[in-house]
Each structure stands twice: as structure tokens, then as C-alpha cells.
């Protein structure tokens, strides 16, 4: 069991959500901490008498680096949210949250269920201050690099200010995840000429340019400049990005059997294939979603980031590794502080607008 001091730099892991089980999260742990020996302490969440012989075996045996909390249960991804949050109050989700929101550990990390995850999240550690909803950012391959997309399915029904504050949220992530110093912010339409889109989209535009300053907006984009050296965040309710980012996830699974498939029709394509396997490998490796491993779930008053149900141990090993940087970031307090210029500015505007008529 983890002591109940405050310990905001340990990371909390749900080691029992995953569809590939708890053998899978210790296998990540072991490589993460290979991987990176300044890695923040990380507590295991879930049965111990599963995890402890799991840790023997892996040999990762030092309390002052990794450390178990018991938690009898665990929420499935069969389980409905809400029902879940009230009949599983000892599930290894539940726990690891609580470890947030009192200060004994400053993220968490899970690949269980999403929507169990993001109720529970919002319920329990509550959105900051200036911000009414919360969104979920993840990292997309394009030209020469990555963007930002948010928010990526937890709000769909999102209004003007929401779009505002997915703009703070995500530059912020974009600066620590991709070390861009002042991320080009665009908003996800159907045409970058004034007026196109819809209500949502035209509002939205306003309050970016009044924004400019504490954001970067680059203006509208639409879908062919998305995944072109452009903008490095992407701005849209969880609506379009859940169905932009499956959209993607989708295609790059459907090119890459095709391209298999046609490698294979005969010899001659099989020994191009062979002599091209530098170049497929480098490819692979840039469109590889276990390369950053998770979302965060940004906007609350602690951090939660979100890795697929079936992440093998590579992608849990890089969700572990991306938490550790958001900790070294302070990400929250940065965000904080921009959500406070950004509301004021718009309360300014609001007066000023009621004023004139």
C-alpha cells in the first residue's frame, strides 16, 4: 500500500482495465522504467494478489520506484458508465482517481473504459475553474511532424467557449508533447472563406481572433490541410474529432494490409519489398499510434490520461512515459493561468457588447 502523505509526482496506473490484462502493464512498467531512469514513482492500482507475483517475476521489487494499492474491482468495458461509478466503488479506476483527488499521486493513467474513465474523471476531480467541460487531445502524424487534435470524443455537444478553451488546452499539450513553443492553432470547418460553416463554427472564429494573443490562431482549416505542415492544433468538438480520428485510425490499418497484400502478389514485389524494408519500418514507426500511447483528458483539476483498451505494453509503456512528462510540465497551472486571461477577455467583451447596444 502507498502511504497517505501528499506525493504529487507519482503516477497512478489502473493496472486492471486493459483488455490484455495486468501481466501487460507490468511488462510496460518494466520498460518504461528501462527506458527512462528519472521516470516519477508509479503505483500500481488493482488486486494485489494478482500484481505482486507480476512484479516479482518482472523483478521490479523497489518501493521507492514502484509501489501496489489494492482495489478488489474492476469496471469492464461491457460495464455502462454510470452504473459502474455507482456498483464498483473499489475498481481499480475508481482508486486511482481518488489517489489524485487527495494528493497522493498527480495523474493517472488507464486504458480502461472511456466513458466510465471520463464520467468518473469529471465527477470525482471536477473541471478547473473557467472551464465548464472537458476534452480529450491526442497526438496525430502529418507532414514533417505531429498536431494536436481536441477534442477527440468527450464532448460532442460543444458550444463557442468550449471550442475557446479546447484552443488553451490544446496548445498547451502541444508545447509539452511536441516541444512547439507557440502552436499554430486552426478550427476544424468546412471552408477557410468567412461565413462558412455553421453557427457554432462562425461564433467560435469570432472568439479565436478575439483570443489572438493569448492563443496563436491561425484561422479555419478544412480537412485536406490537416494532415499537411499547417496548423499544429486542431480545434473541433468531440463529435467530428471522434469520427476524424477512427477515420484515420482506420485508414492507415486498411493501407497498410493493401500495401501487404500487393507486396505479396509475386516474387519480384516480395524482393522490392525486402530491399524497400528500411523504408517501410521508418513509415511504420511515424504513423504508429503506440508512440505517444494515450489522450489526456485536459480541463480537469487533476490529470487523467487515457490509453486504447487494447494497448499492448509498448503503447502503455509510452502512455507512462507521456503522464511523466505532463507532471515535469505543470501543465495544469500553465493552463490555468491562460483560462483566467481568456475568460476575463471575454467578460470584458460581453460588457462592452451589452454596453454599445
Not at 506525493?7 to 482495465?17: C, E, H, K, L
Not at 501481466?23 to 488486486?47: C, F, I, R, S
Not at 512528462?325 to 483560462?339: M, P, Q, S
Request: hydrophobic share 40%; aromatic share 4%; proline share 4%.
Amino acid at each position: 500500500m502507498v502511504n497517505t502523505s501528499r506525493d504529487t509526482g507519482r503516477i497512478a496506473v489502473d493496472a486492471m482495465g486493459g483488455d490484455l490484462g495486468p501481466a501487460e502493464v507490468v511488462e510496460a512498467l518494466k520498460l518504461a522504467l528501462a527506458q527512462d531512469h528519472g521516470l516519477n514513482p508509479v503505483t500500481l492500482v488493482g488486486d494485489e494478489e494478482i500484481l505482486r507475483p507480476l512484479l516479482d517475476k518482472a523483478r521490479l521489487n523497489d518501493p521507492d520506484h514502484v509501489t501496489v494499492f489494492h482495489a478488489s474491482e474492476v469496471i469492464t468495458m461491457d460495464d455502462k458508465p454510470l452504473q459502474a461509478l455507482k456498483r464498483k466503488k473499489d475498481s481499480s479506476m475508481i482508486r486511482a482517481i481518488e489517489l489524485v483527488k487527495e494528493g497522493q499521486a498527480s495523474i493517472v493513467v488507464s486504458c480502461g473504459n472511456t466513458g466510465a474513465l471520463m464520467a468518473a474523471g469529471t465527477i470525482r476531480l471536477r473541471t478547473m475553474d473557467g472551464i465548464a467541460r472537458p476534452a480529450l487531445a491526442v497526438v496525430v502524424p502529418r507532414e514533417n511532424g505531429h498536431f494536436i487534435l481536441i477534442d477527440a470524443g468527450a464532448n460532442p455537444d460543444a458550444k463557442p467557449e468550449h471550442l475557446l478553451h479546447n484552443a488553451i488546452l490544446g496548445s498547451h499539450y502541444c508545447s509539452v508533447m511536441l516541444g512547439v513553443k507557440s502552436p499554430r492553432v486552426g478550427l476544424m470547418t468546412i471552408g477557410t472563406e468567412e461565413g462558412k460553416g455553421n453557427a457554432l463554427i462562425a461564433e467560435t472564429h469570432d472568439l479565436l481572433k478575439q483570443a489572438q494573443g493569448i492563443i496563436n490562431y491561425s484561422g479555419p482549416i478544412e480537412g485536406f490541410q490537416v494532415f499537411s505542415e499547417h496548423v499544429d492544433v486542431v480545434v473541433c468538438d468531440g463529435f467530428v474529432g471522434n469520427i476524424m480520428l477512427k477515420s484515420w485510425e482506420s485508414l492507415v490499418s486498411f493501407f497498410s494490409q493493401m500495401l501487404k497484400e500487393e507486396l505479396q502478389t509475386n516474387p519480384l514485389r516480395m524482393a522490392g519489398a525486402l530491399l524497400s524494408k528500411g523504408a517501410f519500418t521508418a513509415l511504420k514507426e511515424r504513423v504508429n499510434p503506440e508512440r505517444y500511447g494515450g489522450a489526456p483528458l485536459l480541463g480537469l483539476r487533476g490529470n487523467i490520461l487515457k490509453a486504447h483498451g487494447s494497448s499492448n505494453r509498448y503503447a502503455i509503456r509510452s502512455a507512462i512515459r507521456a503522464a511523466n512528462e505532463i507532471i515535469k510540465a505543470d501543465l495544469n497551472h500553465r493552463i490555468e493561468t491562460d483560462v483566467q486571461r481568456i475568460n476575463a477577455l471575454l467578460a470584458q467583451s460581453n460588457l462592452s457588447s451589452s454596453t454599445l447596444s
